[in-house]
């Protein structure tokens, strides 16, 4: 059972252009919805996070947009680049105290073309 | 500071052999993971360990996979005996108390073919 559904699976967008991936959950246990950045050959590394009682969170040109009440959240890349052009995955938080753990989605492949 | 060192980056290995792949978490780090990652079915947690205490081994696939963490410096994944199924790029991560943020710190990876 996938517990994090990721869309699209991958994702062209221009040099300039917005790039926009949308994320879907079941679990409302889940309490913290963090997005991931993977590189060729490297691991995922934290790119930005939310927390479900806030509606939205930007650092930079990264946005995550959170609809609570759909159970949906989305990241908006503004302005892309090539550098951005990476693997993303959205995931979800389950746990308490010191045990918890990452449910990640399937991931979007982004190529932004220069 | 190192980060999440894992070890070896690459192996290749026939069907029926043993494999054993290591990780070093981050020093002061009390929660290490172990994930797979596949074209099909994306980053998959296997198991986790808090303090060196297995938490969560529900996503080890089968019982050919073993996983142990003798102390805070170190941690093993073993598949014995491998199978062309098993061939992935398997993630170490470890995060801290601090961690409950949800950020983990993930090693490279060791991609693992079996023919």
């Known amino acids: 059972q996938q517990q994090v559904k990721q869309s699209p699976q991958s994702l062209i967008v221009q040099k300039g252009g917005i790039s926009i991936i949308n994320c879907a959950y079941e679990n409302t246990a889940f309490d913290y919805f963090p997005w991931y950045q993977q590189f060729p050959g490297k691991g995922p590394a934290l790119l930005i996070a939310?927390?479900?009682?806030?509606s939205e969170k930007k650092e930079g040109r990264f946005t995550i947009s959170f609809n609570k009440s759909a159970k949906q959240f989305s990241l908006h890349i503004m302005d892309s680049q090539p550098g951005d052009s990476a693997t993303y995955f959205c995931?979800?938080?389950?746990?308490?105290?010191?045990?918890?753990?990452?449910?990640f989605g399937k991931g979007t492949l982004l190529t932004v073309n220069p | 500071d190192a980060g999440v060192i894992q070890s070896p980056r690459h192996e290749v290995t026939e069907m029926g052999q043993e494999v054993t792949l290591r990780c070093k978490p981050i020093s002061g780090h009390n929660s290490l993971f172990w994930y797979r990652q596949t074209m099909m079915r994306g980053l998959e947690l296997l198991i986790y360990?808090?303090?060196?205490?297995?938490?969560?081994d529900s996503g080890m696939p089968e019982d050919r996979f073993s996983a142990k963490m003798p102390n805070a410096s170190f941690s093993t994944l073993k598949i014995q005996p491998s199978e062309p199924r098993d061939s992935a790029v398997y993630f170490c991560a470890s995060s801290g108390l601090a961690g409950r943020t949800g950020e983990l710190f993930f090693g490279e990876g060791s991609r693992l073919t079996v023919l």
């Open positions: 939310i927390r479900p009682d806030v």
């Open positions: 995931a979800a938080r389950v746990g308490g105290g010191s045990n918890y753990k990452l449910t």
């Open positions: 360990f808090n303090n060196n205490v297995p938490i969560d």
